[in-house]
């Protein structure tokens, strides 16, 4: 659910890399505005984002097969926008930083389920002008972001 009301669905990948009690690497983000907001003046608006992120996190074992990860994160942002059915379009960049929580549950040896909460918030917005057909503006994007996340988690060797 981000700040002005939209609703965004997406996909993570990240790597981490032991460093004794801290775990350091990166994530790959891919969001899409799924919704929710009301954008009357833009009826049409596409918008996603593309994020490449430092991770830096900490794990503490709750249980046999339970743990807590919380961290934080920070990078770039590509914000692609466009209105369909014309030739409106608009991309830029912007910082985003941010925070999360998960609880994993060991499924098995290497394999757990993970759900928890995080909150990402972006910078000003660099880039070109809109270009397209019309004066229509879409809107930026929304600068507060706040999930819920569920996956799987796996160890690489």
Known sequence: LASDGSLWAGGTLD???DLGPVCAGGLLR???DAGG???SAVPDLE???VDAL???E?????GKSVSLR???VGGLSWLPQRVEQTTVEQSGVALRVGGFALLSHALGKDVSLEGGAFVDVLGAQTGPAPTGETAVLAPDEPPVFVGLTVGLRYPLP
């Open 47 to 49: 918008r996603q984002g």
């Open 54 to 56: 430092l991770l830096l």
């Open 30 to 32: 891919y969001q899409r």
């Open 37 to 39: 907001a009301d954008f």
């Open 70 to 72: 919380s961290g934080a």
């Open 15 to 17: 790597a981490c890399f």
């Open 58 to 62: 900490v794990s503490w074992r709750l």
